[in-house]
């Protein structure tokens, strides 16, 4: 469906919003405990995790090159952890280290992989939706899953 090179360009850190920057880099106080060095993460896994905790809400995925996230928003992060942004550029030189961080970031902001049967929903609903654009006069729709019945 896509060439290779969308696709790779789909799959890296797009540009960010001034809006998107505030709204999905700023950390809380649980977010700065969650990635504390008390853990033994030195400074670049801090701002790499921070990297990976905030990319997730803000992308639906972490990119596999952490350290090529928006310069303002690592910026931004390493602020808020008093670090040094540059040393990013350091993080995640072992793919078990992302890896890993990846879970713990799901795991901490409640993500869990879907059930078999939510994919098997999802699919229904897909179908049901593309079969909907190709002939609307003979929409289906799926009881109780996004859209309300009307009576």
């Known amino acids: 469906m896509f060439a ?9 850190f797009p540009d960010i ?6 709204r999905f880099f700023t950390l809380t106080p649980a977010d700065i ?11 670049a ?5 921070s990297v990976a905790l905030c990319s997730l809400p803000w992308l639906g995925f972490v990119p596999d090159r952490v350290a090529d996230a928006p310069p303002v928003a690592v910026a931004r992060l390493a602020d808020q ?3 040094d942004a540059s040393i990013i550029r350091s993080y995640g030189k072992r793919a078990q ?3 890993e961080h990846l879970r713990l970031v799901a795991q901490y902001l409640g993500w869990r992989p879907t059930s078999a049967m939510e994919l098997k929903q999802l699919d229904e609903f897909l179908l049901a939706r593309a079969m909907e ?10 009881p109780g899953l996004l859209h309300p019945r009307r009576r």
Not at 4 to 12: H, N
């Open 133 to 142: 654009h190709d002939s609307p006069g003979q929409a289906h729709r799926l």
């Open 4 to 12: 290779d090179e969308e696709l790779a360009r789909l799959r890296e």
């Open 17 to 22: 919003s001034r809006e998107e920057l505030f």
């Open 81 to 83: 952890l008093e670090v």
């Open 45 to 49: 896994e801090r701002l790499g995790l």
């Open 33 to 43: 405990a969650f990635v504390t060095p008390g853990r033994g993460r030195g400074p």
């Open 97 to 99: 280290t992302r890896t």
